[in-house]
């Protein structure tokens, strides 16, 4: 492995010496008149924010990807998760989907966890609010994004909230000042697949403007219910955005932002094999088709569903003082889910309610003070504050065959928690010129958390059985951090940057009450190192950009699958130690004035070092002690050593192949074309167990339109997932339910959806 990544590293090495080395070969006069770096003379040239600042991507020294929404939209992507098959090395857990909290990895490393009071390991950032409610729809529908901006290594002395393994930024427009504007965007498709769109842009004077966004999209699942009717996989979210610009003088600009969102899932679980249980194989006896592996079928009598309703509300302030900018972000967000699932997944009533629910609300405050660009001392610095209040409610119970006469409950009744999480944080970053064309940079965070979570069991108001009785807890962990940036830019041409950085992230501590009884998380550390090249060549026709990491994780915050209690749960515990290590490339080419073609591709080895966790379910027992799955000889208690496993949901090898067409043609018209092709290498739903392997899998997309040259209108045919590729993720059923089955998740991006669309500019 080692003797791999040697050569990996050395054959992406020599292609950007190559790559970058020829230009100026060709003609050197392109490096003798360049204009000042940081400039966006080329139409090409992408600006992003990923440093707090407006800059030219290829001039950022952070490995970052940039996403505009036209891009998206163009690729028939309708949800943030989808960034995942348009930039490197990102994926989104498809085994489990946003309505159970769900979450990103980005170099293979990410947090999932049923727990709402668990930080999530990649930062979620829209229009500069962080987004730390684990059910938080973000910008699920798409509604007016500018760009999408994914930043790939620790980021926190740049962004006031936690954030170990990268950041998702995501920009909203803007209103604009003296313009009125109004667009639609109508599609439908295959199984009812509906998107529908519009955006108004009103001037309300010389220094005020309005823009409201609205949208609906939605889809019946693809994967029947022979029992209650209902599909799985069915989608059906609203949204609203309004957005109030007042710049009262040159020196001051005031952005109101408002927001509401409902969001509704049915991701029911099916049976990928049945057990050894004579009893519950039996209630499937009058099927004609019975469970197991390709069938895609749901058998739940009970309904599997989730509703979710967001409020969001956010106050940014930017005045000029002098050449310095001063930036506020005051935001609160609110969110309630309510869930209901039958988790026995049968025709029959054995664990039909598993009811529950989350009432969540976030504030945050930051204040950053910006200094002017253009100078030998640049720098961004800040102060943030972050506060979430968490409460939720679970009940499980079912009349397990009827057997007893009463209900069984699961836990002892019904569960109350409540979590509170408070994070304060000092931050700044700064590059400093040196001579011409090499900048020093550094940066330093320090963070201050607190996080406190209760339980507390309620018997339910009707006779029942009790199984499994979790106790009552109550805990408060605290813990600070200082963590830091180091670097060296080389910037010799505009069109040649290279870079190399040291940095340290941090993620807060946690109490994990998954399993009834408290358990403290630590904080998880890492130590980053990365060496990037970015270069346009080809008088600015091609791009070549490149990054190799080496991250170091300590008390890695991982999630395991403890059988041992009842149910059985996903708790999230410390690994000992995680290593991350890669190579990403990132390409463009514009082959003519009609064609771009791009490609992205990464290799990410993201391993256990230390772990010390749950044997899976079936797992052979080693007579070893430290080897495979063993008695522990101090507890008693059987444990596994996964050193040296891969991380859950971490590909191995991923890439991407985008093609973007467009041709003018008579009487004012223009036809464009998109294809997009995205692959990804096997990968594990669960730590260990080989039956829970999701098999490598690609994803073929594509759109075809005709409008006007100007973009007053066009009409379109779409497609998702055109080869039909179906993908899903296995787990060991509760045994107590279906004992030696498994279950599956799949995820609506498993089938194939086609469509129309028609769109209209004002």
């Not at 008149?33 to 952070?62: H, W």
């Not at 408002?258 to 099927?287: K, P």
């Not at 969001?312 to 005045?319: C, T």
């Amino acid at each position: 492995m080692e003797m791999r990544m040697m050569r990996i590293a050395l054959l992406a090495t020599a292609a950007a010496l190559v790559t970058t080395a020829s230009p100026a070969l060709a003609n050197p006069a392109i490096a003798a008149d360049q204009p000042e770096a940081g400039t966006a003379q080329n139409p090409d040239d992408i600006i992003v924010t990923a440093t707090r600042r407006e800059e030219r991507l290829q001039d950022v020294p952070v490995a970052v990807s940039a996403v505009s929404g036209q891009e998206l939209a163009k690729s028939a992507y309708r949800e943030v998760s989808d960034i995942q098959y348009l930039a490197p090395n990102i994926t989104f857990s498809s085994t489990n989907p946003v309505s159970n909290g769900g979450g990103y990895q980005i170099r293979g490393i990410g947090t999932q966890t049923y727990d709402s009071g668990v930080e999530q390991t990649v930062g979620l950032v829209v229009d500069g609010v962080v987004i730390g409610l684990s059910r938080d729809p973000g910008a699920t529908g798409f509604a007016d994004i500018e760009r999408v901006e994914v930043l790939r290594g620790p980021q926190g002395t740049l962004f006031g909230k936690n954030s170990s393994a990268g950041v998702i930024q995501i920009i909203t427009r803007k209103p604009q000042l003296g313009v009125r504007s109004l667009d639609l965007d109508l599609s439908f498709g295959e199984r009812n697949d509906q998107l529908q769109r519009a955006t108004a842009n009103l001037p309300l004077g010389s220094n005020v403007a309005l823009r409201v966004s609205a949208f609906h999209n939605g889809q019946d699942g693809a994967i029947p219910n022979v029992v209650n009717g209902t599909h799985v996989g069915d989608r059906d979210n609203y949204g609203i955005r309004g957005k109030l610009l007042w710049e009262p003088t040159e020196n001051l600009s005031l952005l109101l932002t408002g927001e509401y969102q409902t969001g509704f899932a049915r991701d029911s679980q099916l049976i990928e094999s049945l057990g050894t249980s004579a009893l519950y194989n039996s209630t499937f006896n009058r099927f004609p088709v019975k469970p197991g592996h390709n069938v895609y079928i749901a058998y739940n009598d009970g309904d599997w569903k989730a509703n979710t309703r967001l409020w969001g509300s956010s106050l940014q302030a930017d005045y000029r003082l002098g050449d310095f900018t001063l930036t506020s972000i005051t935001a609160y967000r609110a969110v309630k889910t309510t869930q209901l699932t039958d988790i026995d997944g049968s025709p029959a009533d054995i664990f039909n309610h598993s009811d529950g629910g989350i009432d969540s609300n976030q504030f945050t405050q930051e204040l950053r003070l910006t200094s002017p660009a253009g100078k030998p001392l640049e720098y961004t610095a800040g102060l943030y504050y972050y506060h979430t209040s968490n409460g939720g409610w679970a009940a499980q119970y079912g009349n397990f065959y009827g057997v007893y006469g009463v209900p069984v409950v699961l836990g002892g009744g019904r569960r109350d928690a409540v979590n509170n999480v408070r994070s304060l944080a000092a931050y700044g970053q700064a590059t400093y010129k040196l001579v011409e064309g090499v900048k020093l940079i550094g940066g330093l965070r320090y963070t201050n958390d607190r996080n406190h979570g209760e339980m507390t069991v309620h018997k339910l108001p009707f006779p029942a059985i009790v199984s499994g009785l979790l106790p009552n807890y109550s805990g408060t962990v605290r813990a600070d951090n200082v963590s830091g940036k180091l670097g060296l830019q080389v910037q010799p041409t505009r069109d040649v940057m290279l870079y190399a950085t040291w940095s340290t992230g941090y993620k807060g501590p946690a109490i994990d009450g998954t399993t009834g009884k408290i358990h403290e998380v630590k904080p998880e550390t890492v130590k980053s190192y990365e060496i990037g090249l970015k270069s346009t060549l080809l008088g600015g026709t091609l791009t070549f950009n490149t990054s190799l990491y080496w991250s170091d994780f300590t008390n890695f915050q991982a999630q395991t699958f403890d059988t041992s209690v009842t149910p059985p749960a996903f708790y999230l515990s410390n690994a000992g130690g995680m290593r991350a290590r890669g190579v990403e490339v990132e390409t463009s080419l514009r082959v003519s004035p009609r064609l771009r073609l791009s490609a992205n591709g990464s290799y990410s080895d993201a391993t256990f070092r230390e772990y010390l966790g749950a044997c899976y379910p079936g797992q052979p027992a080693s007579a070893v002690v430290g080897t495979g799955c063993y008695v522990d000889p101090v507890t008693s208690a059987k444990v596994a050593n996964y050193a040296g496993y891969r991380l859950p949901n971490a590909p191995k090898w991923s890439y991407t192949l985008r093609a973007d067409f467009n041709q003018p043609l008579a009487n004012d018209l223009a036809l464009d074309a998109n294809a997009n092709w995205a692959w990804r290498d096997k990968t594990q739903a669960v730590l260990g167990d080989p039956k829970s392997e999701i098999a490598a899998y690609g994803l073929l997309n594509g759109t075809i339109g005709l409008g006007a040259s100007d973009g007053a209108w066009r009409v379109g045919i779409y497609a998702r997932n055109l080869l039909n590729k179906h993908f899903y993720a296995a787990y060991a059923a509760p045994a107590v339910i279906n004992p030696g089955g498994y279950s599956k998740i799949v995820g609506p991006d498993a089938f194939r959806t086609i469509g129309g669309t028609v769109s209209f500019r004002f």
